[in-house]
C-alpha cells in the first residue's frame, strides 16, 4: 500500500445513472425474450418478456415505496405502517411468481432471468464504466 493518499473530489465523482441503467434493462429483456423465441421456444421468449415487464414494475413499485416511507419519516411520523405497505410488494411478487409456476402460463425459469433484467443491467453499466474509465480521463 501506498502512504501518498490523495484525497477524493467530490465534483469528480458522478451519480449512477438511473435513465441509462433502465435503458440497458429494456434492451435486455428485448434481445433476451428475441434470443428466447429464436432458440429456445415462444413460451420462453414470453417468459423472458413479462419478466422484464415485471421487473420495471417492481422498479418504480420499490422507488416509490421508499419514497413515500421516507418523505414521511421527514415529516416526524413512525414508519412501521409504511414499511409494512413496503413488504407488500414482495408479497405482490411472490403471487405473482406462485401463479405463473402453478399455471405454467411461461416458463417459470424465463421469468426469473426477465425479472433478474435489472441486475444484469447494473452489472452490465458497471463494465460500461470500467472500460469508459480505462479509456478515457472523464468517466461517464
Known amino acids: 500500500m501506498s502512504d501518498n493518499l490523495q484525497p477524493v473530489n467530490p465534483q469528480t465523482i458522478l451519480p449512477i445513472s ?3 441503467i433502465l435503458v440497458i434493462m429494456a434492451v435486455l429483456g428485448l434481445f433476451g425474450s428475441i434470443a428466447g423465441f429464436a432458440f429456445v421456444s415462444a413460451n420462453f421468449g414470453l417468459g423472458v418478456l413479462i419478466g ?3 421487473a420495471f414494475v417492481n422498479y418504480y413499485w420499490l422507488k416509490a415505496s421508499l419514497k413515500t416511507i421516507f418523505d414521511r419519516i421527514g415529516e416526524g ?3 412501521k405502517l ?3 405497505r413496503y413488504f407488500t410488494r414482495y408479497l405482490g411478487l411472490g403471487v405473482v411468481i406462485a401463479v405463473i409456476y ?5 416458463s417459470i425459469v424465463a421469468f426469473i432471468l ?5 441486475g444484469f443491467a447494473v452489472v452490465f453499466d458497471g463494465f460500461i464504466r470500467i472500460f469508459i474509465g480505462v479509456f478515457s480521463e472523464k468517466a461517464l
Not at 114 to 118: K, V
Open 102 to 106: 402453478t399455471t405454467e402460463a411461461v
Open 52 to 54: 422484464s415487464i415485471f
Open 82 to 84: 409504511f414499511a409494512l
Open 77 to 79: 411520523e413512525k414508519p
Open 114 to 118: 426477465g425479472m433478474a433484467s435489472f
Open 18 to 20: 438511473h435513465q441509462r
